[in-house]
């Protein structure tokens, strides 16, 4: 195989894996900070992408042209609205269960992805059908033999990996990333020590969210088409990628995202019918949990008995 | 030795319970008007919470748990009384033949779930291992039909045997990835393989079982012509009423108090000696083959497999049938699978959005009363210990 | 012997009891069964509107002996729910028969269910060969018609386009693989060459494998054996990668859809179709007219015709031999040289109906056209060349 043919599956697997190391970042913060697993996550994903074309649609009539202002709106208003969700979703849905079984608050999580994903699907006009996403970014591409490199591609990987920079500059180096950090280290002693628990949890899930929102946005732009059961999947990815990586480590997430995204396109390339690369991907993470029961990156977690 | 004698509890209100279930049931099935579904449905609601919060519901429970077998035998007798007289209506009795076989489904979740404390978020994937075997077994080869759905079960039983060493090594939320993984696995390998009939899926021949072939329909002298599904019905009852009896002896032997243990506390439970592992795997293949067996005659019943009807949503519903029905409790599961199969279908107007309300739903409950429909009751080591 | 002025009343009292019964019509209800929501719904909604136009017209009609209730149910083009409504369908023993199914993987895997239950049907849509040929089922008929003639026009008219090589892309539902099988038979007769084949899920997003290898193969056509949604997507990532090839489909990505979901990208895909488009059919323009002035959300697109055309068929047969389900398969099965708006119906001996012009269809200006009045055809406009 050539060495530009292999370029251009290197390139799939990074964009891919851009997009699911955001989805696993926003699932490591809310296990760090809550111990919660929050299933809604791939669903509030796709509001995201929805609320992005609404904003694109919303701001066309009011007559706005330039792709790049369109563009910075519907990242904008995404990134903010779904901010509000993220926050609001743990105000009213996880915090009240914090006492409850582990269980309940995954189901409690999943019901609300599936109240996203059926509102979606029933309130939005034609919501069922693929819905076209807007094709915002500049199309020229350049091309080394076998490897087409688009602006597009380019662009949204570079703004993806930014955006995951971002997060952890703000978790390692600002006053509230130490916030977050000493919640989830001993929620009780960071409330004994002053610091409010609920502002820095609606925080968290709010960054979060916004994170998802923009892997939404990102996706949209890329495949140039939303749908409202685009979350499921992806969540449950995300979530894989960020266990496999081993939760509550930010740079787990990462690894653990282009892992995942690096098994299926190795999976594509291997198998004669390239389908089964998700078939592949799974049962290797299946494979990792068996090897290391907490991830790559061990969770150091002291058991009270 | 007490000094007062403890009297044997009255049978009569357990059997008038029975009959006032029969009797919904049979009325709820055959509503066809809007206002009448809606009026029954709440009115159920209603009278389950009043029976749970008076002493109502402490009376028919300490009658049910002095003398189960008669009662146990009365309430059989019941449902198939309504079953026998649902017995030309298609529809109706297919319905009630699918809450029956998700019921022994969801009986094996609530072993895993309930009892052991293992989460599993596949359990539509093994009720798809038992359709698909019976859709292989039944086509390709000449097995009794008895014989196909016990392989399916078994079958299930193995393939969750595979998941068995992650599990073991791994402790929450990560148990519950394994599990998440392994069932869109399924369903992808489905889909992309061939040999299995891909996404376009299988067709399953109807059960045939010592000559009496399910799929016809039976004639009774001249005009009456009964559903072919009263065959299913019936056998999925008798089933149900199997795995019932089998749920109910684990619970209240020396296994189920070794499940409760290593659910309530694992590391306890293993300094008191319980092989925490051996327990585990117990529930989990159990659970499975359970499982299995439902899925392989829903599929007979129903003649047609595809990936896509054991995706993980089908799963998550499973499992939310188990919390809502009140976890551990298996009568509460029971009702909890005939409110969320049967409600959809009857009440047409909320069809489209049922997945919305029921998301809903159980989210309410989730946040005002997690204990689920009929919490499961405390262990009762003597008969009539738990009157209060 | 009655007295008189009883007698006459007794007689005006039985007219009378016989008129109001000849008033008071016998309700009648048929279903229909079609992809109302995902990504096919346009053809489904459609389909829906088209068979409730022939519902409605006959009401209104003077003649019908029967007042027709229309029954509409969704299968989301998914083989186990449609397996449930039409199970739902065939057990209402109330609905004497149904105009069913655009998706072939659905009918396909309903046949089963409406000969266990003696529910005459007859498909409107779906191409597969299979659905007729398969089985000697007397309740499946079929008023459109199949795949093969389809996908032998295709590989004739594109081998005469000097197109030599060629990469296949199919989704792995009988649909796709049916098209896959007749196009490849069909392609190897006219001495077109096959690079690669590949197989893909039906709900698949991202096909960056699948093209990048046909990026490899460098083909001339890239043929697509599918539905819209996924036409749709793999004609955006075909783009993005850089595969310039012709995109040619089949009567699946006929419809309004392909062309919003591509915008300018469309342009200069080729696709092939039975029968003959809407207004150079028979009863093309009547039934156009008469479909818009009931003023429908959805166009009738590529298959309502046929729609309109099974729901009369099925209508007339019931008020020849009544509402009985028997009664009307057997009838149905007697079709020959049958009048309708898509021109004249025979069923063979398994109730298949012939339908042997196809049309090819082009893009053009955001629009699906009829080749020979495209201006590719004159030369105006020129196919991608790879």
Redesign the interface.
């Known amino acids: 195989m050539d060495l530009s043919l292999l370029g251009q599956y290197v390139l799939n697997g990074l964009m891919l894996g851009t997009i699911y190391a955001m989805v696993a970042v926003g699932f490591t913060l809310f296990f760090g900070v809550l111990d919660v697993i929050k299933f809604s996550h791939g669903d509030v994903l796709m509001v995201g992408a929805f609320t992005g074309l609404v904003a694109y649609l919303g701001l066309s009539e009011l007559g706005v042209q330039s792709n790049a202002l369109l563009s910075l709106g519907v990242m904008l208003a995404a990134v903010l609205l779904i901010a509000l969700l993220g926050a609001a979703m743990a105000r009213w849905l996880v915090l009240p269960l914090r006492g409850a079984p582990p269980i309940n608050v995954l189901l409690i999580t999943l019901m609300a992805g599936t109240v996203l994903r059926e509102a979606i699907r029933l309130f939005y006009p034609a919501g069922a059908n693929p819905k076209p996403f807007p094709r915002l970014l500049p199309t020229d591409s350049i091309s080394f033999g076998a490897l087409t490199l688009r602006f597009d591609s380019a662009i949204l990987i570079a703004l993806g990996l930014a955006s995951i920079v971002a997060v952890h500059l703000l978790v390692t180096r600002t006053k509230l990333g130490l916030a977050i950090r000493a919640v989830a280290q001993d929620s009780e002693t960071a409330q004994v020590m002053g610091m409010n628990f609920q502002r820095v949890v609606l925080v968290t899930f709010a960054i979060g969210s916004a994170l998802a929102a923009l892997a939404g946005v990102t996706a949209g732009l890329y495949y140039n088409e939303i749908n409202f059961g685009m979350g499921l999947l992806l969540g449950v990815i995300g979530f894989s990628a960020a266990v496999v990586g081993g939760l509550g480590n930010l740079y787990g997430a990462i690894l653990g995202g282009f892992l995942f995204a690096g098994l299926q396109t190795l999976g594509a390339v291997w198998f004669a019918v390239p389908a089964y690369k998700d078939v592949f991907a799974f049962a290797v993470v299946i494979l990792v949990m068996a090897w290391r029961p907490t991830g790559l990156i061990a969770e150091q977690s002291a058991e009270r008995v | 030795m007490n000094a007062r004698v403890t009297q044997r509890p009255a049978l009569w209100p357990a059997f008038v319970a029975t009959a006032a279930v029969a009797s919904f049931a049979y009325l709820f099935l055959r509503a066809e008007a809007q206002w009448e579904v809606a009026a029954l449905a709440a009115g159920a609601v209603v009278a389950l919470l009043v029976l749970g919060r008076t002493r109502l519901g402490a009376v028919v429970g300490s009658a049910w748990g002095a003398r189960p077998t008669p009662l146990a035998w009365g309430a059989l007798l019941a449902a198939l009384v309504v079953v026998a007289l649902f017995a030309e209506d298609?529809?109706a009795l297919?319905m009630i033949a699918t809450v029956l076989l998700y019921g022994v489904a969801c009986l094996g979740l609530t072993i895993q779930?309930g009892y052991a404390g293992v989460?599993n978020f596949s359990g539509a994937a093994f009720f798809g291992v038992g359709g698909y075997t019976a859709a292989v077994l039944a086509t390709h080869t000449a097995l009794p039909h008895l014989l196909v759905v016990a392989v399916g079960g078994v079958l299930a039983g193995a393939i969750g045997s595979l998941?068995v060493?992650?599990l073991l090594?791994?402790?929450?939320?990560?148990a519950?990835?394994?599990t998440?993984?392994?069932a869109?696995?399924f369903k992808?390998?489905l889909?992309?393989n061939?040999t299995l009939g891909?996404?376009?899926?299988l067709?399953v021949p109807g059960m045939r079982m010592l000559g009496w072939s399910f799929?016809d329909n039976i004639l009774v002298g001249e005009d009456v012509e009964l559903s072919f599904y009263l065959s299913y019905a019936v056998f999925s009852l008798l089933l149900l009423a199997g795995a019932l009896v089998l749920v109910r002896r684990l619970e209240r032997s020396w296994l189920g108090l070794s499940l409760d243990a290593v659910r309530i506390?694992e590391?306890?439970a293993s300094v008191f000696g319980f092989e925490v592992a051996r327990w585990k795997i117990l529930a989990f293949t159990l659970g499975n083959v359970l499982a299995g067996v439902a899925g392989a005659v829903y599929a007979m019943m129903?003649?047609?497999v595809?990936p896509?009807?054991f995706t993980?949503?089908e799963s998550?519903i499973l499992?939310?049938i188990v919390?809502l029905g009140g976890v551990g409790n298996p009568v509460g599961v029971l009702a909890a699978t005939a409110l969320v199969v049967v409600l959809p279908e009857k009440l047409q107007v909320i069809q489209?959005?049922r997945?919305?309300l029921f998301?809903?739903f159980?989210?309410l409950v989730?946040?005002f009363r997690?204990e689920g429909l009929l919490p499961r009751k405390l262990r009762q080591y003597l008969p009539g210990w738990g009157r209060a | 012997m009655l007295p008189r002025p009883l007698r006459h009343a007794a007689l005006c009292c039985a007219l009378m009891l016989a008129a109001g019964t000849a008033g008071a019509k016998e309700a009648v209800k048929l279903v229909f069964i079609g992809p109302l929501t995902g990504g096919v719904s346009a053809n489904g909604l459609g389909g829906r509107n088209a068979t409730d136009l022939a519902v409605k017209l006959r009401n209104a009609g003077p003649k019908a002996k029967y007042r027709y209730e229309l029954v509409s149910l969704d299968d989301e083009c998914k083989p186990n729910i449609g397996v449930q409504v039409a199970t739902k369908a065939a057990a209402d023993r109330s609905i004497v028969a149904g105009v069913t199914h655009y998706c072939s993987t659905v009918a396909m895997a309903t046949v089963d269910v409406y000969h266990k239950f003696g529910l005459p049907v007859v498909v409107w849509g779906a191409v597969l060969p299979d659905i007729t040929y398969a089985n000697d089922y007397a309740e499946v008929h079929r008023v459109n018609g199949t795949m093969i003639n389809q996908n032998d026009t295709a590989a004739e008219f594109m081998t005469g386009l000097k197109y030599k090589r060629w990469a296949v892309i199919h989704d792995t539902t009988d649909y796709g693989k049916g098209h896959n099988k007749y196009f490849s038979e069909y392609l190897a007769k006219n001495g077109g060459r096959i690079l690669g084949t590949f197989g893909v899920t039906a709900d698949q997003q991202d096909f960056s494998a699948e093209l990048t290898k046909i990026k490899e193969l460098k083909p001339e056509v890239v043929y697509f054996g599918g539905t819209t949604p996924l036409g749709v997507r793999i004609r955006t990532q075909m783009d993005k990668l850089g595969v310039k090839a012709v995109f040619q489909g089949t009567s699946g990505i006929v419809s309004d859809a392909y062309i919003e979901g591509l915008g300018p990208l469309a342009e200069g895909s080729l696709a092939f179709r039975e029968g003959a488009p809407m207004e150079k059919l028979p009863g093309g323009k009547f039934f156009l007219e008469q479909y818009n002035a009931q003023k429908y959300n959805d166009p009738p697109e590529a298959y309502g015709a046929f729609a309109f055309a099974a729901a009369n068929l099925v209508m007339d047969a019931i008020e020849k031999v009544g509402p009985d389900r028997r009664k009307v398969r057997s009838e149905l099965n007697r079709t020959r040289d049958y009048q309708s708006v898509v021109g004249t119906i025979t069923f063979d001996d398994h109730r298949q109906n012939a339908v042997p012009l196809i049309t090819k269809l082009v893009v053009q200006d955001g629009k699906w056209i009829v080749w020979e009045d495209s201006d590719y055809a004159k030369g105006k406009r020129k196919l991608v060349k790879p």
């Open positions: 298609h529809f297919l779930f989460v998941l060493l992650p090594r791994t402790r929450g939320h990560y519950a990835l394994i998440v993984a392994f869109i696995l992808t390998f889909e992309v061939d891909g996404p376009q899926g067709k799929n506390d590391t306890a129903t003649g047609f595809a896509a009807s993980i949503a998550l499992v939310s919390i489209e959005y997945f919305l998301s809903g159980v989210i989730l946040l997690p």
